[in-house]
């Protein structure tokens, strides 16, 4: 079994990588990135950027697809389709607003006591841990 998809079934066009991505996020998930800050969607890169350019083909010579979304660099054309997400996801609904509180759910600081600290919910499974999250876990360690 290989590890990357038959190239026949990589998507050709930026619109058509962002419609089949939008196809299997779960309302979650869809939530989740929406939330999130345009300046925030580099915390993708590692986890469903990478996914994106290995599932898509785009290291692997899916020219037409790099071509669609401007021949960049395969890293930097994964992070154009995470931005088309996003902003399909902002159109989508033009009430909501990115207010970089991707980690943070509505009501959640209502339902703690006074002098409890809020803690942030796991991202949707979907997606990867965000790097800050990762630079914490491994400077606490370094730090014991």
């Known amino acids: 079994m290989s590890v990357h998809p038959d190239p026949s079934t990589w998507p050709l066009t930026l619109d058509e990588a962002v419609a089949r991505l ?56 994964s992070m154009v389709i995470v931005e088309a997400v996003w902003q399909r996801l902002q159109d989508a609904e033009p009430g909501a607003k990115a207010d970089g509180g991707a980690f943070r759910l509505s009501g959640l600081g209502s339902s703690l006591g006074p002098g409890r600290r809020k803690r942030r919910p796991k991202p949707c499974a979907y997606f990867a841990r965000p790097r800050s999250e990762y630079k914490s876990a491994l400077t606490e360690k370094t730090l014991a």
């Open 22 to 77: 939008l196809g299997r996020m779960s309302e979650a998930d869809k939530a989740f990135v929406r939330r999130t800050a345009k300046d925030q969607l580099i915390d993708f890169h590692f986890g469903w950027a990478m996914g994106i350019w290995n599932e898509f083909g785009l290291w692997q010579g899916n020219a037409k697809l790099l071509a669609s979304c401007g021949d960049l660099h395969p890293d930097s054309a």
